[in-house]
């Protein structure tokens, strides 16, 4: 059963075209137009590297996608991943959208909806039947699209107001055969979760700034693992799993790891 909601087609505008894979050239185009947005620190062309990068060591899940003009300039594009959820009754092939900018002189012309209706066409043809992004902008623009809404959240706390427990056990871990069984361990059957391998671990580690993974555990238990970077002078956990242990086991980890960072 198809799962996407497709909007209605809009029509491209004279002479553009949808290509689901940029060209080196226009990747390079779309790299430069985003920079003063996503580069961070990176000068443009030290960007454009880091955007490589990330095409090259994501084995094939991440490429770019946009709407080019009939000279091949890049008028609206996005980064696009091939991903995986895991449902309760099959595996579906997914689209995932991240980066969806339109071009400073584009905007205004409704660009940015064609290039997504497009995109989900051709998703839909090439066998997905989900499509999937994180929207730090008001979600009801994609809500529009027919996404709907899963909220997130973003929690603090102070070390001091973490439980203790003094039995728990980190182990730093680079073993993420050993991340990914936990990981799949983790979820309910009933569940609906992206599914995971140690190639696309490797890759968000890298791509989130990981500093350091530990296993978690009690005694000879394994209770589950996290993954952690520093930023701002904070502890930031950039991703963490529990197996048959309650949350307050992954607070009073948190907690530990906290206090031996500093």
């Known amino acids: 059963r198809a799962l996407l909601h497709l909007p209605g087609r809009a029509r491209l505008p004279t002479g553009a075209q949808f290509l689901p894979n940029l060209s ?6 779309a790299a430069e137009q985003v920079h003063g947005i996503w580069g961070g620190e990176h000068e443009p062309l030290a960007y454009l590297e880091h955007v490589r990068e990330q095409i090259s060591r994501s084995g094939g899940s991440l490429e770019y996608a946009g709407i080019v003009d009939e000279q091949g300039v890049v008028l609206a594009s996005f980064k696009r991943y091939s991903i995986e959820i895991v449902s309760p009754a099959r595996p579906i092939p997914t ?5 969806v900018f339109t071009a400073e002189a584009e905007r205004g012309r409704g660009l940015a909806k064609i290039m997504l209706g ?3 066409r051709h998703a839909q043809a090439n066998g997905n039947d ?3 992004l994180f929207s730090e902008i008001d979600p009801r ?3 529009g699209l027919g996404f709907e809404l899963l909220p997130a959240s973003t929690h603090h706390a102070a070390t ?3 439980p203790k427990d003094p039995n728990i056990e980190l182990t730093p871990c680079d073993d993420f055969a050993a991340m990914l069984e936990l990981y799949d361990q983790s979820w309910p059957k009933s569940s609906w979760h992206r599914k995971r391998t140690a190639a696309s671990f490797r890759y968000w580690a890298w791509r989130h700034g990981e500093r350091a993974r530990f296993l978690v555990s009690r005694g000879k238990k394994s209770l ?3 993954s952690v970077a520093l930023r701002a ?5 950039e991703d963490a799993v529990r197996v048959d242990t309650p949350p307050e086991t992954l607070w009073a980890a948190f907690a530990k790891l906290a206090r031996k960072s500093g």
């Open 224 to 226: 589950g693992y996290i």
């Open 24 to 29: 080196e050239a226009q990747i390079a185009q």
């Open 118 to 120: 497009e995109a989900m």
């Open 233 to 237: 002078h904070a502890l930031w956990i």
């Open 130 to 132: 989900l499509a999937l």
């Open 95 to 99: 689209l995932g959208i991240g980066a």
């Open 141 to 143: 623009y994609y809500q």
């Open 160 to 162: 001091d107001e973490l």
